[in-house]
């Protein structure tokens, strides 16, 4: 696989405890490219088999084969590939660690029949996906981060804020998806990695709300501009 697999023209270094959901929504953003595209050309999903979106279950886990494929796709280190996953938090997350409970260890066991272990729901803290300041963080914003994803952790302990779960203009999951898509609305090119993937209620459209990304005044950005850059 990962010979008929080229490199990404340019790739992004990972952000600190960023989830492959939110690097690859970083990676799309880039590229002005649809995150389902980026998930085929990074060998994570087959081709012509992405009807459904992306599993959701490659967010906790890939084999070693989609592993060596999509740190050679996005020019990563196999360890830096591995620590967008959150099987890498089961070293401090005894639920995670699939040494501890051999049950759990498949990744599609995990994320649809466990739950509880990982939320199902995009959680988020709005200061950090704001960006840091630095340019890669303003024209793409901040880290979707791994650490949001167990159930316990209610709070950024970054920010010292509580994770907020639904946008803030359409009350919805910001990532909600049919059919259970790791990224919602994954065919869609061009929106802004803290920007709602929600559907509007009663439409196609998609809310496309800013406000993930408030300033550290606490006061909403402006609406972000999605540039192909
Ligand atoms: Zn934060
Ligand atoms: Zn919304």
């Not at 740190?71 to 360890?79: G, S």
């Amino acid at each position: 696989m990962t010979g008929r697999l080229r490199p990404l023209p340019r790739s992004l270094d990972p952000l600190e405890d960023e989830s492959i959901h939110g690097y690859l929504l970083r990676l799309a953003h880039q590229f002005g490219a649809a995150p389902l595209e980026i998930a085929v050309r990074t060998g994570l999903v087959v081709q012509g088999r992405g009807r459904n979106g992306i599993p959701v279950r490659l967010l906790h886990d890939l084999d070693e084969q989609q592993l060596g494929a999509f740190a050679h796709a996005t020019r990563l280190t196999h360890d830096e590939a591995r620590g967008l996953l959150t099987a890498s938090l089961g070293e401090r997350y005894g639920p995670l660690n699939a040494r501890l409970l051999a049950e759990f260890r498949t990744p599609t066991r995990m994320t649809h029949n466990n739950r509880w272990i990982l939320t199902k729901a995009a959680r988020y803290c709005p200061r950090c996906l704001s960006g840091d300041g630095t340019e890669i963080e303003q024209r793409h914003g901040g880290p979707w981060r791994r650490s949001w994803r167990p159930p316990p952790v209610f709070a950024c302990l970054r920010n010292q804020r509580p994770l907020l779960y639904g946008c803030l203009r359409c009350g919805q999951d910001t990532n909600i998806a049919r059919g259970g898509s790791l990224i919602s609305r994954a065919s869609e090119a061009g929106l802004h990695p803290a920007r709602c993937r929600a559907t509007l209620p009663g439409t196609r459209a998609v809310c496309g709300a800013a406000w993930l990304a408030v300033r550290r005044t606490g006061v909403p950005t402006r609406p972000l501009r999605s540039p192909r850059c």
